[in-house]
């Protein structure tokens, strides 16, 4: 975690005084739900944090965050979605940043690109981590803010049940902690004052090889139905 707030520090280096995030006390973690425009953009006090390949920009950013295999990325982002990048204009998105780019790995073509420290997190929270909004909440909590926000996170219906039990048990932690929350009207679930561990074999973007990486399912069937047409 040192070394990522080092790189940090260095990125602000030199811009205008109160631009370095790390001093900020809360953190607005913002996806690509309807509730994302409701985010505290205009208030100074929250850094923004933010993910999504949406076909949406948000008025101001502190430090983005892609963590998945770009392999996997470049093939679910390989056919068009309305209201969605492709592969070429996420990468064009991300390399105009001018904000750390949280990855994997350090891309050559993110010019502001840092290693996501998914080692650190494990350690702290365990292996329970199946989205990436459970990663932002465990790095923020891992950083010591004192205010976590979700907007644009939609937990709702069956497509997030796998996201749901890790989210509420981090959440959880943070609330332990004594970390306020601050969550939309519509969020699915009461966070409990005492945190039940939910553990995950299969660790969300990292394990994207694993024959049971479930959000590649879409586009196992995908691919499956475009090889068979050829086979015509």
């Known amino acids: 975690m040192l070394e990522t707030a080092i790189k940090d520090e260095e990125f602000y280096a030199g811009k205008e005084p109160g631009a370095l995030s790390l001093r900020r006390k809360k953190v607005a973690i913002i996806g690509g739900g309807p509730t994302r425009r409701r985010a505290p953009f205009s208030d100074p006090s929250w850094e923004i944090w933010a993910f999504s390949s949406h076909l949406w920009r948000p008025p101001r950013i502190d430090r983005w965050f892609e963590i998945h295999a770009m392999t996997d990325l470049?093939?679910?982002?390989?056919?068009?979605?309305?209201?969605?990048?492709?592969?070429?204009?996420?990468?064009r998105f991300m390399r105009n940043l001018d904000c750390p780019v949280y990855m994997q790995r350090v891309n050559p073509r993110i010019p502001t690109s840092l290693v996501f420290p998914v080692e650190d997190l494990l350690r702290e929270f365990g292996r329970c981590f199946t989205s990436t909004a459970a990663y932002l909440i465990a790095f923020a909590i891992m950083e010591g803010y004192e205010t976590i926000g979700l907007w644009g996170i939609d937990l709702r219906g069956p497509k997030y049940r796998r996201y749901r039990p890790h989210i509420k048990y981090l959440l959880s932690v943070a609330?332990?902690?004594?970390?306020?929350?601050?969550?939309?009207r519509s969020f699915p679930f009461k966070v409990p004052d005492t945190p039940r561990f939910v553990s995950t074999p299969i660790l969300y973007a990292y394990d994207w090889r694993s024959p049971r990486a479930w959000w590649r399912y879409r586009l196992k069937r995908r691919l499956k139905k475009k090889s068979a047409r050829r086979r015509r």
């Open 74 to 91: 470049r093939q679910q982002l390989g056919w068009k979605k309305r209201g969605r990048r492709s592969f070429g204009g996420y990468m």
């Open 175 to 184: 609330r332990q902690r004594g970390i306020e929350l601050v969550l939309p």
